[in-house]
């Protein structure tokens, strides 16, 4: 079995392969004082609650944007599993020419959702759009050429930049209004949030799609956390929420002389 971890800024998103299959996801806080102990603990203790032998685990993939959290995360995979993992990183196999200034800047979530998207809809025009803590817009070429993209702030880093930068806006649920004129402050809240968000989306996707294809429409493709809230605005043409983690994977194939 092969175990995937995509460290982001808000959670550790985990995943386990048998082969091709995902059997298990899960997510733990990705806070910066973690220990190796606690993630290794914490690894372990998910596996077995969900009826697998982490002893079963046979490679690691791990892509991160959080380097402050990397030598913890190897030093508990290296303590608990046995395995020094492989890192996605700048420099290892990924199938796709990265048309970028400094490849070195482009994160490797990004890149997982790359090789996912492309190993998917091969000799498509991609737009990959990841919304997490930052919503982050991946353009991708039918011949496999990664273009660039665009990185807007996340839906809960608006809320939070509101609040903690107010005196009187409160912290709210963030969820679609049923209209966009809201009745409270909370509810005008809500709406900014949501419907800023999807215009923002909506005015980007247009405007790439002018600017790389012509005019031609691209597949679009849906990710991360709050993907589902924008499900039936039709801006995707599918959702793929484990799309990171099957790029993790894909990668980690690519690379096997690496990690043999």
Request: aromatic share 8%.
């Amino acid at each position: 079995m092969i175990l995937c971890l995509d460290v982001g800024n808000s959670h550790i998103y985990g995943g386990v392969f048998e082969q091709d299959k995902l059997q298990l996801q899960f997510r733990y806080p990705s806070d910066l004082q973690c220990t190796s102990d606690q993630l290794g603990v914490f690894f372990k203790s998910i596996l077995r609650e969900n009826q697998l032998d982490p002893s079963s685990i046979k490679q690691i993939a791990v892509c991160s944007v959080v380097p402050s959290l990397d030598y913890s995360l190897r030093s508990s995979l290296i303590k608990y599993f046995g395995i020094d993992p492989f890192f996605l990183k700048a420099g290892v196999k990924t199938g796709l020419k990265i048309q970028y200034k400094n490849t070195h800047e482009v994160g490797a979530d990004r890149i997982a959702d790359a090789i996912a998207a492309m190993h998917l809809f091969p000799e498509k025009n991609l737009i990959v759009i990841d919304l997490g803590t930052a919503t982050t817009f991946d353009i991708l070429s039918k011949d496999r050429a990664y273009l660039g993209g665009v990185i807007i702030p996340g839906i809960h880093i608006a809320m939070k930049a509101l609040n903690e930068n107010t005196a009187k806006l409160p912290p709210v649920n963030i969820l679609k209004p049923q209209e966009v004129t809201g009745q409270s402050t909370v509810t005008n809240i809500q709406a900014g949030l949501y419907y800023g968000h999807l215009g923002a989306m909506r005015e980007i996707l247009r405007m790439i799609a002018v600017e790389q294809f012509q005019g031609e429409k691209p597949v679009v493709i849906g990710t991360g956390g709050f993907a589902y809230l924008f499900e039936a605005e039709g801006l995707f043409n599918v959702i793929i929420q484990d799309l990171v983690l099957q790029g993790l994977r894909l990668s980690l194939q690519k690379n096997s002389e690496l990690v043999a």
